[in-house]
């Protein structure tokens, strides 16, 4: 093959920037920013060569291997899919639906094939289904729920128009926006300012977003409902808020001026970690600028307090005046309008539960810190065999070291992954899906969470290998498996024919065609799968616009500002704000606070086998300030324990004043020591899996999310056998 350039995005994360991969002799020679793309212009960041490093690794697993004693064999792909499907049938034959169990990870939602992952899990039906978004946005979700009445209701930060831009418990600069799709956001950032308006960061840690900002304000981690609540208090008591929108947009105005009336910003700066002028001038900025929009992720959804704090990031900007208008925060109109129809899917809260009692149901999934312990309960949901797709949550979850070997007890696991992982090496069978640079593809979920309507499309890099599948195909298999078939053999070969013919592409072209852009509406000038191919970098289709009238799902038509438990779980931590912040742990030997932490160069915890993901210091560190250090006599890069009540690890320290004092943070997503792992550039630079310190009964109260921010912890000198192991590591890295 000759040299070529094709033009498709990166799909490593939500940002999906537009890429222009050079191939020559069916090697990728250059990876760079597409400046014709619609949404990125051009912005990649250092992952994206990892494209080509993913399409080439000699690790990434090409065909289905079954488990023979300690290791895996290559199988055909039809003697898998009957292996399978004979053992799973088995097991709910014997056992019932919810003995197979079922765990979706972040990738999968990279690409158009999670709607037959979705198929696959309604025809489970199983009580054990598992999602990364149980560790991620369940608060976000819960509060549209609630506020907005349908959970996909969630707003979109409109970056690009705002005069004020205040980032809580997010590090766009190095994700790229999450929950507000926004390539590039380093350039979005500055940009903020460059039109002169101003950008805020309140962070325990004084992150890359920070260092763009106006001002940091460095919170106490998980002290962000205390800041929250004292600045609607300053809303409130200075009449600071934009009546007439809340007058015609709200319900519930009452009970949040009842509720914050005597909760000044003198009382929440000890819990908050902030001061209160700072408190009152965050308010009255907030509520002076023409346009102002508070943006919070997964910093403050990864707390006990996800869903309050996210209820009143919305209910600041709401009484502001600065919902569903240019600069604040708005709702997309996506060209598969999921926005619109999402209100219909039922939320179902507490539907069911774990067999503990612990874990309630949310949208139809349990939330993840249940996993293990129900792999090894002896109640009557008990899972007994297991299909992970696109998740690592061995890694990638609290569940107290107890997932891996939960895993080896199961009667059947079977993993759609293309690597041996922490967690797919406990399976029977693993299945791998063909490299993303083979697949063709819409991107139909992204933007429904993007700063601009938009349709891009994902051109084929190489032809897939004839006995290539894609994940949608491999689920589409187990739903065959799976389905109540007459006559086995002959009738899954037809069905799976069946299947074949309705693509995600194909799926997608007709929602497209049913969509608010579509030809079914708009005729001729309609906007078709073929006028995306054929542009350079996909289509724009404008920016956000005022559309929550439309869209809202609660009876009355009114943003419910105020439902009955938030406020009143509100009132109980303004009730226990008059204790001591921190005490109850102090008094039990644990005086720092944990909190995560993302690198440009990782995602997650699978990239770390590209070698040039790799390169420069270790990442996989304990952030802390050096007057806790001094405190402690430790030195920087010098092996320490970090421990909680419920597990320890040994890391480097890496010594920083951009961090709060009484702060440490360890990023996620390694811990790649694991006997039998298939990554082997990952396996010389291993460090250490931070979820092992995390209590996966910690969780945000309302939506059951993993509270892995803001753990508390001790830190000291690493003994010295242990230190050996961890300087080892240090040594080996670039
Ligand atoms: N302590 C702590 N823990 C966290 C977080 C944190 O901030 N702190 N963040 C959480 C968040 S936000 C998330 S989203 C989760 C992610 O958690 P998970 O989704 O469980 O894990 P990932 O690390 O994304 O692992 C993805 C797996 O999918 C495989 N894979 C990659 N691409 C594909 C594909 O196209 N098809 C298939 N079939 N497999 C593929 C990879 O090899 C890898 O094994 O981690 C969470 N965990
Ligand atoms: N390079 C890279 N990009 C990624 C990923 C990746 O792994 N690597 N993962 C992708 C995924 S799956 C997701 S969900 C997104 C997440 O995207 P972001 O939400 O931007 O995630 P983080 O970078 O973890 O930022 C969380 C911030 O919250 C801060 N924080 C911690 N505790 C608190 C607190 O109590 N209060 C406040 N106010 N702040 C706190 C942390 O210091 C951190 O800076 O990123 C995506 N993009
Ligand atoms: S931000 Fe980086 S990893 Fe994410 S899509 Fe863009 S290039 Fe890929
Ligand atoms: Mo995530």
Redesign the pocket.
């Known amino acids: 093959m000759g040299a070529t350039t094709i033009a498709r995005q990166c799909t490593l994360c939500e940002a999906h920037c537009g890429i222009l991969v050079s191939v020559e002799d069916d090697r990728v020679t250059r990876i760079e920013g597409n400046p014709d793309d619609v949404l990125s212009k051009g912005y990649i960041c250092p992952k994206a060569t990892a494209m080509g490093g993913l399409h080439h690794d000699p690790d990434r697993l090409r065909t289905p291997v079954r488990r023979v004693g300690d290791g895996f064999e290559p199988i055909g792909w039809d003697e898998a899919f009957r292996e399978i499907g004979r053992r799973l049938r088995r097991v709910r034959a014997e056992h019932g639906n919810s003995a197979i169990g079922m765990?979706l990870?972040?990738?999968?939602a990279?690409?158009s094939s999670v709607l037959y992952g979705g198929l696959l899990r309604t025809v489970l039906l199983t009580k054990n289904f598992y999602t990364?978004s149980s560790?991620?946005q369940f608060p976000q979700e819960f509060v549209a729920w609630r506020m907005f009445g349908s959970n996909v209701l969630m707003p979109v930060t409109d970056i690009d128009r705002t005069h004020r831009l205040v980032v809580l418990g997010a590090n766009p600069a190095v994700s790229n926006g999450s929950i507000t799709t926004m390539p590039g956001a380093k350039q979005r950032i500055k940009d903020v300012r460059g039109r002169g308006g101003t950008v805020v960061v309140i962070d325990p840690r004084r992150t890359e977003t920070a260092r763009l900002a106006d001002e940091h304000v460095a919170v106490t981690p998980g002290g962000d409902p205390y800041l929250l609540l004292a600045m609607l208090h300053v809303l409130v008591t200075e009449k600071l808020c934009d009546e007439g929108r809340i007058a015609a947009m709200c319900s519930g105005w009452g009970d949040i001026r009842a509720l914050v009336a005597g909760f000044t910003p003198e009382q929440a700066a000890p819990h908050a970690g902030v001061d209160a002028d700072t408190i009152r001038r965050l308010a009255r900025d907030h509520a002076a600028a023409p346009s102002a929009v508070m943006y919070g992720r997964?910093g403050v959804c990864?707390t006990v307090t996800g869903t309050l704090t996210h209820w009143l990031i919305n209910t600041i900007n709401a009484v502001t005046g600065n919902l569903d208008r240019p600069g604040g925060q708005m709702f997309t109109t996506p060209p598969v309008d999921a926005t619109r129809f999402g209100k219909y899917l039922p939320v179902a809260h507490g539907a069911w539960t774990d067999d503990s009692g612990t874990f309630k149901s949310f949208r139809s999934e349990l939330p993840v810190g249940a996993l293990a312990d129900q792999i090894l309960s002896d109640g009557d949901t008990k899972i007994r065999a297991m299909i992970t797709?696109?998740?690592?949550?061995v890694?990638?979850?609290?569940q107290r070291g107890r997932l891996a070997p939960a895993l080896d007890t199961l009667d059947f696991y079977v993993a759609?992954?293309?690597?041996v992982?922490e967690?797919?090496r406990h399976a029977d069978i693993i299945l791998p899906?063909i490299s993303?640079l083979e697949r063709e593809d819409l991107d139909i979920l992204m933007p429904v969470f993007s700063v601009r309507n938009n349709l891009r499309y994902n051109r084929r890099v190489f032809e897939p290998p004839a006995d290539g599948l894609e994940?949608w195909e491999i689920m589409a298999r187990l739903v065959s498996e799976l389905l109540p078939l007459p006559a086995r053999a002959l009738t899954t070969r037809f069905v799976n024919s069946l299947f074949d013919k309705v693509s995600p592409l194909r799926l997608s072209a007709l929602a497209i065609a049913a969509g608010p852009y579509g030809v079914l509406r708009r005729g001729r000038s309609g906007l078709t799968v073929a006028k995306v191919r054929e542009s350079a970098g996909g289509i724009d289709l404008g920016p956000l616009l005022p559309r929550l009238r439309t869209l809202i799902g609660t009876r009355d038509r009114k943003v419910r500002l105020a439902p009955e438990d938030f406020v009143t779980a509100a009132a109980a931590l303004i009730d226990a704000a008059s204790e001591e912040p921190g005490a109850v742990h102090i008094a039990d030997g644990f005086d720092l606070r944990l909190i995560?932490r993302?690198h440009l160069r990782s995602?997650?915890?699978?990239l770390h086998n590209i070698p040039s993901m790799m390169k420069g210091r270790p990442r996989c560190t304990a952030l802390m300030h050096s007057g806790d250090a001094a405190d402690r006599g430790l030195d920087d890069g010098a092996p320490v324990t970090v421990a909680s009540k419920h597990g320890a690890i040994v890391v480097p320290l890496e010594i920083s004043d951009d961090i709060r004092r009484g702060t440490v943070a360890i990023p996620?997503?390694w811990g790649h020591a694991e006997p039998g792992v298939g990554w082997s550039v990952a396996a010389a630079q291993p460090g250490a899996n931070?979820?092992l310190l995390?209590d996966p009964a910690a969780v945000d109260t309302f939506s059951g999310n993993?509270a892995?921010n803001s753990t508390w912890v001790t830190v000291n000198a690493a003994p010295s056998e242990t230190a050996s192991t961890a300087v080892a590591a240090v040594s080996t890295i670039g």
Do not use: C, E, F, K
């Open positions: 765990y990870g972040n990738p999968a990279h690409s990364a560790i991620d997964i990864q797709y696109a998740g690592n949550p890694l990638s979850t609290p759609v992954d293309m690597y992982t967690t797919s899906p993303p994940d995560g993302r995602n997650n915890s699978w996620h997503g931070v979820n995390h993993a892995v």
